[in-house]
Every structure is written in structure tokens, then in C-alpha cells.
């Protein structure tokens, strides 16, 4: 199969993107790759297999690699006397902005390019965490109890400590801050602040049970990878999300009954359902007194979460074929030229 892998991207995830592509390179080595980056000025790289390492990026001998650009169907790279298309499935792997936040999507959308990743729709509720607490109300899924503070609101939450501090729209842990009691909270605002004009304040419940789970819809049908119970303390920092963005060997199943994996695989499939088709998604969940919370949607997963999955090519292989296929209007000129003929023009 081929497939374009497209990362990257101007976001404070840039990084970790970088680190998923890499980590994908080895888990799809059965299909036929090209890498597109997308540098922090917005414009596209190609990217050979054997370049594709850390250094290339940090040193920004990226520069050197061919540039890219947008056309009906895919991208193209243009020379003095000619051009080469790359009109393969794209594979969005940028992570927070540009990527989950729709702007991605909607340019793959505009140029009519077939991808793998979270729509336009999908992207805004998943992105802002706001939002998320707003699908989860519509979609009748439990989630934790929440303020919402602007940059001007320091003094006003209500909650109870210990409380947990997030950025509105930041992945990977970014600027979150748990805090215990009142001496903490300026420099924890402060922190979250400093990536979002919008933070989310939750309860911060100690020793929570969390599980993730991934799936996508093909065919039809709701696939689901394994439950994995994530080995945490407080809570998973940035630089142990960073390292877990590069896993690529299967995690153990969670030690859980079939009651519970079901409880989940249902919440996850009325997050997923009429919004995330075309999409490989995580979601990460809390089991409170045997009730499942949703605690965050990861609209593009560290490496796909690939390794929450016994078979992970065929997994994207089989997503692939079971793309949406958005409609496009074609433009009818018939009204146009009534008017033309009855004014004699």
C-alpha cells in the first residue's frame, strides 16, 4: 500500500510529530512511504525514508529536501522543466495545532485530497477541551466536573483542591499543573497561561483508575484495538508523554473483566459515531465507583497509538479503504444564462 505521511506543523507538538513519523516509518515498513513535513513556516517538504532521523530536523537540513506544493488530489512537486504528483492516502499525523485543530483538514478537504485523520467537525470537539465537555453533554458520556477561566480570571474558582489545571487547546500534558492548595495556583494559572488564553480547571482525583482505548470505524463497523491501563503517578507529565509517543511494541491488555471492556468499547463508539469516521482515535477514560469518564479525546494519537494494536498495518490498511468521500458541488451556470437570454445578453 501506499501511503504520504504528513507532520510536523507550527505547534508546540511540532516536535513530537516529528517523533510519531519516525516511529511510523518502522511499524509501516511494509507500505510504500513518503514523508511530507510541514516546517513552521507552512511550507511542505518531501522527505526520502533514509533521511527521515531527529538530526535532519534539529540541524534544518530539512531545507535542502524538495519543496512541495497543494493540487486537485494531492500535493506536487514542481522543477525548471517538470513535475511530479504524490496523490497517495495522506496520513494526517500532526499533532495540536494545525493538525487537530481543522486547519489541516479543511486544506486537505479544499484540494479534494483523500486522508486518514479527524474532519473538520470532529477536529473543533476535540481539540478545545471545552468543546469536548460540551460533545460529551450532547452525547449523553460522563466527564469530570469543570470551571473554565480566562486570562483575566484568576481569583475566581470555586472547586475544591486538589484541582488540576489545563491549557483550553494544548496536548502532551503542556502547561498542566495539579494543584494542591492556594499557595499553588497563581504559578500553576500562570504556567497554563502562558499556551492559551483559556484553561480548563478539573477535581484532581488521586489514585483514578484510567484506561485508553483506540478504534476506527471500517466497513461499517467499530474496530477496537486492546484496553491498556497506563503506569502513571500523579499524572502523565510531558516528558513521559514524549517517550510514549515513540512506543512501538504492543502494551500488555489491561487486567479488567468483560463488562468493563465493553463499558468502554460503548462510551468510546457514541464519542466516535456521526463525527470521527475516517479517523484512528484514543480515547483516554476514568472508572470512577464503576462509572466510565471521559477524560480526553486524542483526535491523532502519539504514532497512531500503534501500539495498542496486535496488527497495526492491516489496521490502516483496512481504514484506508473505508475513507468518507466528500461531496462536491458542481457549479451550474443554468440560472446565469436565463437571466443573459431574457435581458438579450
Not at 506536487?76 to 489541516?104: P, R
Not at 503542556?174 to 494559572?189: F, M, P, Q, R
Not at 443554468?334 to 431574457?342: D, E
Amino acid at each position: 500500500m501506499r501511503l504520504s505521511i504528513l507532520f510536523g506543523g507550527a505547534s508546540f507538538e511540532h516536535a513530537i510529530s516529528i517523533v510519531s513519523a519516525i516511529t511510523l516509518k518502522e511499524k509501516l515498513s511494509s507500505f510504500e512511504l513518503n514523508f511530507i513535513f510541514l516546517d513552521a513556516e507552512h511550507i511542505f517538504y518531501l522527505i526520502d525514508s533514509d533521511s527521515m532521523k531527529a538530526k535532519l530536523f534539529s540541524s534544518g537540513d530539512y531545507k535542502k529536501k524538495p519543496q512541495l506544493s497543494l493540487t486537485s488530489g494531492g500535493f506536487v512537486q514542481k522543477t525548471m522543466f517538470s513535475s511530479k504528483e504524490y496523490k497517495d492516502t495522506v496520513l494526517n499525523l500532526i499533532h495540536g495545532a494545525d493538525g487537530e485543530d481543522g486547519t489541516v483538514a479543511s486544506l486537505l478537504d479544499f484540494f479534494s485530497i483523500k486522508y486518514i485523520g479527524p474532519r473538520v467537525d470532529a477536529s473543533v470537539f476535540s481539540y478545545d477541551k471545552r468543546y469536548t465537555k460540551y460533545l460529551c453533554n450532547a452525547k449523553n458520556v460522563k466527564s469530570l466536573d469543570y470551571e473554565v477561566l480566562s486570562r483575566n480570571e484568576h481569583t475566581n474558582i470555586k472547586m475544591s483542591f486538589p484541582i488540576i489545571i489545563k491549557p483550553s487547546c494544548l496536548g502532551s500534558s503542556i502547561g498542566v499543573s495539579i494543584v494542591k492548595n492556594e499557595s499553588e495556583l497563581d504559578y500553576a494559572l500562570d504556567t497554563a497561561f502562558e499556551y492559551d488564553d483559556s484553561v480548563i480547571v478539573e477535581p484532581f482525583i488521586e489514585g483514578v483508575k484510567e484506561y485508553n482505548l483506540a478504534g476506527y470505524m471500517a466497513n461499517g463497523e467499530m474496530k477496537f484495538s486492546i484496553v491498556e491501563e497506563p503506569q502513571k503517578e500523579e499524572f502523565l507529565d510531558f516528558d513521559k508523554k514524549y517517550m510514549d509517543f515513540s512506543r512501538s511494541e504492543q502494551v500488555l491488555k489491561a487486567d479488567i473483566d468483560e463488562v468493563l471492556v465493553n463499558k468502554l468499547k460503548l462510551r468510546f463508539t457514541q464519542i466516535y459515531t456521526g463525527l470521527f469516521e475516517g479517523s484512528l482515535i484514543r480515547c483516554d477514560f476514568f472508572v470512577i465507583d464503576d462509572e466510565v469518564y471521559l477524560n480526553e479525546i486524542n483526535p491523532i494519537p502519539g504514532s497512531m497509538a500503534n501500539y495498542l494494536f496486535e496488527d497495526f498495518a492491516s489496521s490502516i490498511e483496512e481504514l484506508s479503504a473505508s475513507l468518507p468521500h466528500s461531496k462536491r458541488i458542481k457549479a451550474d451556470y443554468q440560472y446565469i444564462h436565463s437571466i443573459s437570454k431574457a435581458k438579450g445578453k
